[in-house]
């Protein structure tokens, strides 16, 4: 790249920082519409206002999609009690938790039971039908802060899987340490999936210190009843719409370049970083590229994907919709880490040594990112476009906030720090333009 192009990059990065429109819009979004939780108006209103948004930041082409989806409500509609999980014995006390999402309601009346722990999903198996059959299983499972928030690996995986794992050995309900990094009295929501060689079992997550009383009166045999009481709502077939809109290319306007966040948010929180964060960051890159004078030479695809959190229809719709011009994506990237500083660029695979990656890396060396030797994976979102051999590029972003807050009540607009989310907004916009720009393919 010449150095007139090194040029324009700098000026991106400094209008990222001078005037970026990113945490306005976050507050427009997060005050004016709230979460915006898959199948609730709350939802609707979103895909109103980022119709709104990107005709507003410029984009062309701005249009809905509509993605099949699987719907659930914790069934506090109507204003009633939606879940409690309760200590029995050896005293009683309310304890602080959340329906895992996708969970069976308590069907005629609370399930109660002792309690037996496990620390990990081997142990459940090792626990088996003898100690299992008939009891409420608690997974104790501390989630480690990182920066890289690979934490979250085994932890998401112990929270989606755990319930039909005690299932199997008879466990009528499932409870989990939140899958979070701190230790504030607040529970932690997320999906879970039930086998289908399991019975359904209720499922909710504890707030971390709940989680620990748990743990320390278990300790040495000690025994413990609960009661769960969980109001869900059966899974039922829905529809939601991702957001796309374009800033049109030049000379290569029919490669394109997509940038996703996705738009929907869980319902405990107003989703602010996770991922209103992602989404008003999308929309300011392509504000900021759409004003340059140079225009791009490749098309830049902002999608604003639904029901990430509850089964990521809006990603397989997305993949499945355009299939047929596949090939024409020259890349795909995706911020789902809220105002996370990005620190590492990850690029296809097979692509690390070559001309492109190398050109993407020394470029963006002024931001301080360095290329990470791992494959860039993409996200839930883009995730199905790797099947269609769609090459992703990673942006690293510091994760050792962000499991304090995600999927919680307090995934709030206090918890973005507006300089944060400029300086990521400044390298997502770099790295995007790179792209949109760079001769070199990634193929
Ligand atoms: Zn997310």
């Excluded at 119709?51 to 914790?74: D, F, H, I, K, Q």
Aim: charged letters at 25%; proline letters at 5%; a negative charge.
């Amino acid at each position: 790249m010449k150095s007139s192009e090194e040029r324009w990059l700098l000026d991106l990065r400094a209008s990222a920082r001078g005037d970026s429109r990113a945490y306005d819009l976050l507050r427009s979004l997060t005050d004016e519409v709230g979460p915006r939780f898959s199948g609730t108006p709350g939802e609707a209103a979103a895909v109103q206002w980022a119709l709104e948004a990107m005709r507003r930041a410029g984009l062309a082409n701005v249009r809905t999609e509509a993605a099949p989806t699987v719907l659930w409500s914790r069934g506090d509609e109507r204003g009633g009690v939606a879940e409690r999980v309760e200590l029995l014995s050896p005293r009683r006390e309310r304890l602080v938790a959340t329906a895992l999402g996708s969970s069976v309601g308590t069907v005629g009346g609370a399930v109660e039971a002792q309690v037996v722990e496990a620390t990990s999903m081997e142990e459940i198996d090792r626990l088996g039908r003898a100690r299992l059959e008939g009891k409420i299983l608690y997974l104790h499972h501390v989630m480690p802060r990182l920066r890289d928030g690979t934490g979250y690996n085994a932890g998401g995986w112990a929270r989606t899987a755990g319930a039909s794992r005690a299932a199997k050995h008879g466990a009528v309900g499932f409870v989990i340490r939140s899958i979070a990094t701190h230790s504030l009295r607040i529970a932690h929501t997320g999906i879970l999936h039930y086998d289908g060689d399991a019975p359904k079992i209720p499922a909710a997550a504890l707030s971390p210190p709940d989680g620990d009383l748990l743990h320390r009166l278990l300790a040495d045999g000690g025994r413990v009843r609960l009661a769960m009481e969980l109001g869900c709502r059966p899974l039922h077939a829905g529809e939601s719409f991702n957001v796309l809109g374009e800033i049109p290319g030049t000379d290569l306007a029919d490669q394109i370049v997509l940038f996703g966040a996705h738009l929907d948010s869980w319902d405990v929180g107003r989703g602010a970083v996770d991922d209103g964060a992602g989404c008003v960051m999308a929309l300011e890159v392509a504000r900021m590229i759409g004003a340059l004078p140079k225009r791009p030479r490749r098309t830049l695809r902002i999608a604003l994907f639904a029901n990430e959190e509850l089964g990521a229809g809006g990603g397989r719709a997305y993949a499945e919709a355009h299939a047929g011009e596949a090939s024409r994506h020259y890349a795909a990237m995706e911020a789902d880490q809220s105002d996370g500083a990005p620190w590492a660029l990850r690029v296809p695979e097979h692509r690390r040594d070559s001309p492109a990656s190398k050109r993407l890396a020394a470029l963006l060396a002024p931001l301080h990112l360095e290329l990470d030797p791992g494959p860039a994976r993409g996200g839930v979102d883009v995730g199905p476009l790797h099947a269609r051999g769609v090459p992703f590029v990673d942006l690293r972003q510091d994760a050792t906030r962000y499991f304090d807050l995600q999927h919680s009540a307090n995934d709030v607009l206090e918890n973005v720090v507006r300089e944060e989310l400029d300086a990521a907004t400044g390298a997502f916009a770099t790295t995007v333009a790179l792209l949109l720009h760079m001769d070199e393919s990634l193929r």
